[in-house]
């Protein structure tokens, strides 16, 4: 009988999975002994900063523990953290802490098993044969941006074939690019070469051109064999913990590989997913993206986590932390708040649960995790084990697809942060940039309207100011850029600064 | 009892082995069972083009073959090939050919478990932590440059912070670039943090400004952790075959890392070492460099390898090949001519034994390694088997640390390409760039002249014009860089065009 193990090899620390392949043999064969399990996403209140964890990953960790304390056979599905910003110093590690810990965070936070270097690799590639095509008159222009897995302020803007040509280029960190979008969103190795295929490598006499009109897509696959297969670790109690897929939820997509969560699901009975930074980035684009557009799992529960202080404390946006929960809530999610305490934090409980009471919360799930990992969670989930026990799969809320990517726009303001329709403005430029985005598209026998689209904005804030009151909000849109390969489609929002390339701190 | 396999982790398809780990147990353990391997190192006459394999990694493979057919336990170290150019298409596979072959070489070549992928994020990251030393005063000017695995041709002049500062820069092919010489040089962690640290970031005030005065080393040696640790392969035929290290002896060192080799050495009696391109390259860089100045093993014997016609053909290049088997002979090391056939070349080995006879070397092994793999070559080793059963391992001749950088830019000239020091000649410039180099090395308390000599320079050529009568060949001087970290010293030679990017073609 063939399983998973016929899929799965010893990488160094981890295991690594051919995903690909095990999800083929699964759909070959519909007889073969399988779970369905259910997905729940683990996500945030907005943060404060970036760089400040509420803690989701070691929530994530925490909750695998505690759920297989009561029998319940749980799994995690967590991104791989970002190497250049980890190595950077510039945020800690992505692999939780404390007892709520993966058993190899140096290597998981440290590259792991070489996944993003692939992934930066091929789309070089890509630029490079793209180069090589403007020397052979196929283009006239490059789309494509070069990327580095290492943040570098000054690659934000370069100029390359400086002193002859001098083109104007710019560099993406490479957990955002539209490489690694094709990784999350890809189901099987012709799926994700198809997907390369149709990424617009640049512009000849105005029109784009593809980049199956000139690569051999196997050079490119060949980079990703192993890159594309996740990784499987464990936490320090034995819990199964797949990685794969890249951070940045603000200015990509930022969800662990699709790949990965359907593989998890075949396997365990309940899959935690880790969507961040806060609801309104990671969660929007798993419920939004990954489920409305491309066939992921919806989530059967929702864990919205928050530090007691960030939840309280700012009069301003204390709005923010509700807005999620309630939303989650009214797209019929059961929505579990849980409180990540601080050393010295443990009296707020009684305070904390009389607060949730009056916003109209279930009763939220509180611990010290970095302290007491699992163990402060298992005997508060009675009622989160039954909301994943319900027998069916939730159904997913219909696509998107085809509706204007105007209309589109209002729909995910006045749905993800609270805008309506008649706040959201426009930037100088942005008919322009809409404009052009329609165009090249065309250009390449695709519709601009039935690409997925991804909100880039901070991962701080929601509306153009979300301190101001619900009444004065707005959302400025300001850039539009197709990804034609992913098949998504980034809008630029709000008028916070954006940048694909942090500079490091 | 401890061995190897204490050592070593299967990594999907390969297994990868803690060389810096079974050293320092070796050292440590100074009685723990163990061989003393013979060094032989493969190379070639230089090539007619960059591009044009000779066969060295076929030959390779098929000695090793071979050899162990015929009882001795002989194993190789291999480079690991340049994955960009590869997956590029501008040259074939690096891991042999046919029957003499390895048993993954889509995944040798194809980036092998991360290596240079991890080496591409730890330089780029010295860079960015050089380019934050700037914004806080640390540093005016950044001497490191960063480094793309993917070769680009617009990518040898930069400009980043376009716009703002407008920062010249260029960008060095990752294989070629100091930390690789610095993975390839250390036999420790500790080694290798520590030429790290003194690597020169750049200059403050006109100094030399190492990165350890402002750089956490550990946050670069951790991205080494798996990079640091060779892969074993094997060929078709089982025999074991040790990749590790980068290629481009042309531009850099070229050269497997020293702690593949010694390891090799203590698992193996005979130690196969593929040092290429040609003999003024590859080997020139082992004997003179790796040998002399860094402590590896003098090579027991050597194979040079060659194409029927390129041996033959080309009345202007015909020197070449005689000149370096007279060089290694010379030098003590019992040379042997292999020619490796192509298909229909079979009806030519009587006269290629003829002319071998006539030049007065060692009766030359010829075989169609790809058609016949190792069977072809046993019968020929009674020679090379008797060369390599030599009890001793060879002296090795005397470092030429503290000799004036010139003079040893003369030894090179004479003893590696033949030319003497009165045909040494220097470009305009060279001067300038020398005393630079130099006052560069002492603010940063280092002596020029300690460093060791890299030629960099064309692989297909061995002076400013190879086809010219051997009275009139030069050799030009034209521009010194110091790699304080690594402890080498490049000095760009020849006319030839010579850049660490090639353009993907």
Redesign the interface.
């Known amino acids: 009988m063939t399983g998973i193990e016929d899929f799965t090899?010893?990488?160094?620390?981890v295991d690594?999975i051919d995903a690909f392949g095990y999800l083929d043999y699964l759909k070959s064969n519909p007889d073969a002994p399988r779970k369905h399990g259910k997905v729940v996403l683990v996500t945030a209140d907005t943060p404060l900063k970036a760089s400040r964890g509420e803690g989701k990953t070691t929530t994530t960790i925490a909750m695998i523990d505690a759920l297989r304390e009561r029998g319940i056979d749980a799994a995690a599905v967590l991104r791989q953290p970002s190497?250049?910003i980890t190595?950077?110093?510039s945020k800690g590690g992505a692999s939780g802490g404390g007892k709520a810990s993966l058993t190899h965070p140096?290597?998981i936070d440290?590259?792991l098993?070489?996944?993003?270097?692939?992934i930066?690799?091929?789309q070089?590639?890509l630029?490079?044969?793209a180069?090589?095509a403007i020397d052979e008159g196929k283009l006239d222009t490059v789309l494509v941006p070069r990327v580095?897995?290492?943040?570098?302020?000054?690659?934000?803007?370069?100029?390359?074939?400086?002193?002859?040509?001098?083109?104007?280029e710019r560099v993406v960190l490479t957990p955002t690019c539209e490489l690694m979008q094709i990784v999350v969103l890809s189901r099987s190795m012709d799926e994700l070469a198809e997907r390369v295929g149709n990424m617009t490598a640049g512009t000849k006499d105005g029109k784009g051109v593809k980049f199956n009109e000139f690569v051999?897509l196997w050079?490119?696959t060949?980079?990703l064999?192993?890159a594309v297969k996740p990784a499987r670790t464990e936490t320090v109690n034995g819990s199964p913990v797949y990685v794969h897929g890249g951070p940045f939820a603000n200015v990509s997509l930022g969800i662990p590989t699709l790949a990965s969560v359907e593989m998890a699901t075949a396997l365990h009975d309940v899959v935690i997913v880790e969507a961040g930074y806060g609801a309104d980035a990671g969660a929007q684009k798993w419920l939004d993206i990954a489920c409305r557009e491309f066939g992921a799992q919806w989530p059967s529960a929702a864990i919205v986590v928050t530090r007691a202080t960030t939840w309280r404390d700012d009069p301003d946006l204390q709005w923010r932390y509700p807005f999620h929960v309630e939303r989650l809530e009214n797209l019929g999610i059961p929505t579990f708040p849980l409180i990540n305490l601080w050393e010295g934090e443990d009296e707020l409980v009684d305070g904390l649960k009389a607060t949730a009471n009056e916003l109209g919360f279930r009763t939220p799930i509180i611990g010290n995790l970095y302290r007491d990992g699992g163990e402060a969670l298992a005997p508060q989930l009675d009622g989160f084990a039954e909301a994943v026990s319900v027998e069916d799969i939730p159904a997913t809320p219909e696509s998107h697809r085809g509706t204007p990517l105007r209309d589109n726009l209002n729909w995910v303001s006045e749905h993800a942060y609270g805008v309506p329709a008649e706040r959201v403005v426009e930037k100088a430029g942005f008919e322009a940039s809409l404009a052009e985005a329609q165009e090249l598209c065309e250009s390449v026998g695709m519709n601009l309207d039935d690409l997925a689209l991804v909100a880039v904005k901070s991962p701080a804030t929601m509306t153009d100011n979300d301190a101001l009151p619900v009444q004065e909000r707005t959302v400025t849109l300001k850039k539009v850029e197709p990804h034609t390969g992913a098949g998504v489609v980034h809008v630029n929002l709000t008028t916070s600064l954006t940048t694909p390339m942090p500079?490091?701190?």
């Open positions: 090899k010893p990488y160094g620390l690594k190497m250049g190595a950077a110093g140096e290597l440290w590259g098993c070489g996944e993003m270097g692939a930066e690799a091929a070089n590639l630029v490079s044969f180069e090589k580095s897995e290492v943040p570098s302020r000054s690659l934000r803007s370069t100029i390359v074939d400086a002193g002859k040509n001098n083109v104007a051999d050079r490119i060949n980079i064999t192993d500079k490091i701190v």
